[in-house]
């Protein structure tokens, strides 16, 4: 009875996996990066040609970075403070502050509704005012607040995840060496913190980026690329245009990723030790 050699025997066991990866990965790619071409090789340039489609992702662009800054600022502020304080309800707070966490985009679109759209509560309250009716569910502000919202949760829990690790032995040095509260903010902490705030912008920034469910319920006033995207080949059945915008908005979110990793300190360090 013949025996399969360790090299037969891992490629057997690779064997599904691999299957996998090329059906429901490789094959849509090769697929996306070819449908444009049908139309000629100026639909893979249309996002930056056409005014409307450039408009969008221009769009989609600045909410994103808009996000992403509010979102490491706030939640820094929060998980720093979460991380050094010890009080009553602090895991309780934690957990409430984390819960949308298990939202999909849809949900939060609607929390945004019920509180900015045509009959939610900032509407009443303009009214009972005497102001009218007064909304911001649908527009850049509406969405802004719905990203951050969606997005906070992660950078809270980062940060508070990372000042948790932190070695007290560090900032207590500073301060001996007499050092103030901004030069240990600036020495101290932020270097400590910065693999935690590359890694976690960067995924906020690709998650804004791409985010679908909250931009369908609340984008009627502000279109971003998804919404884009989903119109051209759900409406206009233009699958070759779709996939073109499709692969600049991966494009564009794939490199700062990259761009990430490759300003991450964790990085530097690693190709540091390795040279």
């Given at each position: 009875m013949s025996t399969l050699s360790p090299k037969a025997l891992c490629l057997a066991c690779a064997a599904p996996a691999l299957a996998f990866f090329a059906a429901f990965w490789l094959l849509p790619v090769l697929q996306l990066v070819a449908l444009p071409a049908q139309k000629g090789a100026a639909t893979y340039l249309a996002v930056l040609t056409e005014a409307r489609y450039l408009k969008s992702l221009l769009q989609t662009l600045a909410l994103s970075l808009a996000v992403t800054g509010a979102t490491l600022v706030l939640g820094a502020a929060v998980g720093l403070t979460l991380a050094r304080?010890?009080?009553?309800g602090r895991g309780l707070l934690l957990s409430l502050l984390t819960l949308p966490l298990s939202f999909p985009g849809v949900i939060i679109g609607f929390f945004m509704i019920l509180l900015g759209g045509r009959q939610g509560l900032v509407a009443d309250l303009s009214e009972?005012?005497?102001?009218?009716?007064?909304?911001?569910?649908?527009?850049?502000?509406?969405?802004?607040?719905?990203?951050?919202?969606?997005?906070l949760p992660r950078?809270?829990?980062?940060?508070?995840?990372?000042?948790s690790a932190m070695d007290p032995a560090l900032e207590e040095a500073a301060r001996s060496?007499?050092?103030?509260?901004?030069?240990?903010?600036?020495?101290?902490?932020?270097?400590e913190l910065a693999p935690a705030t590359v890694a976690c912008g960067a995924m906020v920034f690709a998650t804004a980026m791409g985010a679908f469910g909250t931009a369908f319920t609340l984008a009627s006033q502000f279109e971003v690329l998804p919404i884009t995207i989903y119109n051209e080949f759900t409406n206009y059945a233009n699958f070759a245009l779709a996939a073109s915008l499709s692969l600049?908005?991966?494009?564009?979110?794939?490199?700062?990723?990259?761009?990430?990793?490759?300003?991450?300190?964790?990085?530097?360090?690693?190709?540091?030790g390795g040279a």
């Open positions: 304080q010890r009080f009553p009972a005012a005497g102001l009218g009716r007064h909304t911001f569910a649908y527009g850049l502000g509406g969405l802004f607040l719905a990203y951050l919202y969606f997005s950078a809270i829990g980062s940060y508070t995840a990372a000042a060496l007499g050092a103030g509260r901004w030069q240990v903010l600036r020495d101290v902490w932020i270097p600049a908005l991966g494009a564009l979110s794939w490199a700062v990723l990259w761009l990430a990793r490759r300003l991450s300190p964790e990085a530097h360090g690693s190709a540091t």
